[in-house]
């Protein structure tokens, strides 16, 4: 099974920085895509960066041009720099890996337990 550890969340002022990162370890596997998502109170989860395993990236309208999410191949981790944090950041922030195992052509997705990030105004 494949495990995903997401970490550095916290309080951080508007205007303010924070940087998250994630892991996936486990058994043999292949990375199609790492990814963030978020889940604010009275929100659905909605996607915030991903990017592929040929370095394509998207981002939420409401992130461009103040997260970027970034990767670290050979250690299978992803980070979401975020910048210009706003009080509308705040949310339970979530690390999605979508793998293929061994040589299998099937995409499954992994979740991590999520990481509060609070942004007080």
């Known amino acids: 099974q494949v495990q995903v550890v997401e970490s550095g969340g916290g309080l951080a002022q508007a205007g303010g920085s924070l940087r998250l990162s994630c892991a996936a370890s486990?058994?043999?596997?292949?990375?199609?895509?790492m990814g963030w998502y978020r889940q604010a109170p009275g929100r659905q989860r909605e996607l915030v960066a991903v990017?592929?395993?040929?370095?394509?990236?998207n981002y939420a309208d409401s992130v461009k041009g103040r997260f970027t999410i970034s990767r670290e191949n050979a250690k299978n981790t992803v980070y979401l720099q975020m910048n210009s944090l706003k009080p509308e950041d705040t949310a339970v922030y979530y690390c999605?890996?979508?793998?293929?195992?061994?040589?299998?052509?099937?995409?499954?997705?992994?979740w991590g337990q999520g990481t509060q990030v609070t942004v007080s105004s």
């Open positions: 999605n890996a979508a793998v293929r195992l061994f040589v299998s052509s099937v995409v499954s997705d992994y």
């Open positions: 486990g058994r043999p596997f292949r990375i199609d895509a």
């Open positions: 990017m592929s395993s040929g370095g394509i990236t």
